[in-house]
């Protein structure tokens, strides 16, 4: 069946560097999906990316869909004390199902 | 703004005991999920729901029972519980299956002893 594999686990910076995520499907998908999970919160809609090779931002949040739309990252820019999270991609394939990734844990230090 | 609402948000239960789990959303969504959480492993499906009164298996549904009697609301049922069905479950909404954002609750937090 379809996996999405999201790298890496951990993530600790330091305040105003960069982070990014990885995200990588074993299948093609028609979309994927990111969510932020706040520290025992649950987690919330982000942004959504469709076409191929499709680059969104939000603010110092770069999301970006690979050509082959079977991978997609997450970049934060300069990070901050309200960056801390998990961060999940999720895929969609012809199932239409969503498959979450295993989250990436950002923490960082003030 | 409700949004979705799961009750209980704590429980602890005994081996071998039963529960539900309950789910509602006020945004007039079709579709319905329930998830698990374990720690490094995300979100895994356990039912979902494309309508009233339907219901359909998602990746680790065994152990699980799942009713959509109404629309809103979106029951998840254990029998029988067991110590490796300790895990934070997340009910979730959307408006379609694809292409839409799924709405999550609050959680609840079941731990089985």
């Known amino acids: 069946g379809q996996q999405v594999m999201q790298i890496p686990q951990y993530q600790h910076v330091q305040e105003g560097e960069d982070f990014t995520t990885y995200c990588n499907s074993s299948?093609?998908?028609?979309?994927i999906q990111w969510y932020k999970q706040r520290p025992g919160g649950h987690p919330v809609f982000l942004i959504q990316l469709v076409k191929s090779g499709e680059v969104k931002k939000q603010k110092r949040l770069t999301f970006q869909f690979g050509e082959a739309k079977k991978n997609s990252s997450l970049h934060i820019t300069a990070t901050q004390t309200t960056d801390v999270g998990t961060y999940f991609c999720?895929?969609?394939?012809?199932?239409?199902?969503?498959?979450f990734g295993s989250g990436t844990r950002l923490l960082v230090r003030p | 703004n409700a949004g979705v609402t799961q009750t209980p948000k704590f429980r602890v239960l005994k081996t071998g005991q039963s529960m539900t789990l309950l789910c509602a959303q006020d945004m007039n969504h079709e579709y319905m999920y329930w998830y698990r959480q374990d720690p490094g492993m995300g979100l895994r499906l356990i039912h979902y729901s494309v309508g009233e009164g339907t219901t359909a298996k998602g990746e680790v549904p065994d152990g699980y029972n799942v009713s959509r009697l109404k629309k809103q609301n979106f029951l998840l049922g254990l029998e029988s519980a067991a110590p490796s069905q300790t895990s934070v479950y997340f009910c979730?909404?959307?408006?379609?299956?694809?292409?839409?954002?799924?709405?999550f609750g609050d959680g609840t937090r079941l731990s089985i002893l």
């Open positions: 299948t093609t998908l028609s979309n």
């Open positions: 979730a909404s959307s408006y379609r299956m694809s292409g839409q954002p799924q709405h």
């Open positions: 999720a895929g969609s394939d012809s199932s239409y199902k969503l498959i």
